[in-house]
T-cell receptor, first 111, second 118 residues
């Protein structure tokens, strides 16, 4: 079946690193994504990783993929107050296949 | 970058009326668009896949006669909530699929439409 799970809440201090975790069940997923949603807004694609990769880094963002354990993580270095949002991980088989979203992790950044 | 717009951004209507929501890809063509529904503090649930020039494919449990989808052009898809009821109140988000080359397969999301049915 298709299921994507995330912890619901994470609180970090400004300047620290944030790590948001996600597990998925469909081993045939081709692409794994991280989206950011700010209050009242749509989703913004932050980054994605192809299933044959282990790691991807993009400025302050680092994505780690453990395909054996079906575990995906997003690390945000030097977390800022502007990073406060809900972060969704999602999987798809690529092409025109639908995205399956996790429930979202609410990241709160405090001074 | 690729931009997707939605109109209206919010709407309040009376129970029993119909509401149309537009989703437009502004700077690219989208043969496939998706409609999602999001309840407060919950994830996005895919309602249907909208393909240009053909009938939409609805997810299990979504009433196609209640949520009418039309994808008449490569840049516009519409979702009409017919005979709306308070339980239809939600945040409706569309996305447009753009083939962006190897390794992307990216969906671009609209800003969402908040529907409140009184």
């Amino acid at each position: 079946g298709e299921d994507v799970e995330q912890s619901l809440f994470l609180s970090v201090r400004e300047g620290d690193s944030s790590v948001i975790n996600c597990t998925y069940t469909d081993s045939s997923s081709t692409y794994l994504y991280w989206y950011k949603q700010e209050p009242g807004a749509g989703l913004q694609l932050l980054t994605y990783i192809f299933s044959n990769m282990d790691m991807k880094q993009d400025q302050r963002l680092t994505v780690l993929l453990n395909k054996k354990d079906k575990h995906l993580s997003l690390r945000i270095a030097d977390t800022q107050t502007g990073d406060s949002a809900i972060y969704f991980c999602a999987e798809s088989k690529g092409g025109y296949n639908k995205l399956i979203f996790g429930a979202g992790t609410r990241l709160a950044v405090h001074p | 970058g690729a931009v997707v717009s939605q109109h209206p951004s919010w709407v309040i209507c009376k129970s029993g009326t119909s509401v149309k929501i537009e989703c437009r890809s502004l700077d690219f063509q989208a043969t496939t668009m998706f409609w999602y529904r999001q309840f407060p503090k919950q994830s996005l649930m895919l309602m249907a896949t909208s393909n240009e020039g053909s009938k939409a494919t609805y997810e299990q449990g979504v009433e196609k006669d209640k949520f009418l989808i039309n994808h008449a052009s490569l840049t516009l898809s519409t979702l009409t909530v017919t005979s709306a009821h308070p339980e239809d109140s939600s945040f409706y988000i569309c996305s447009a699929f753009r083939l962006a080359g190897e390794g992307s397969n990216e969906q671009f999301f609209g800003p969402g439409t908040r529907l409140t049915v009184l």
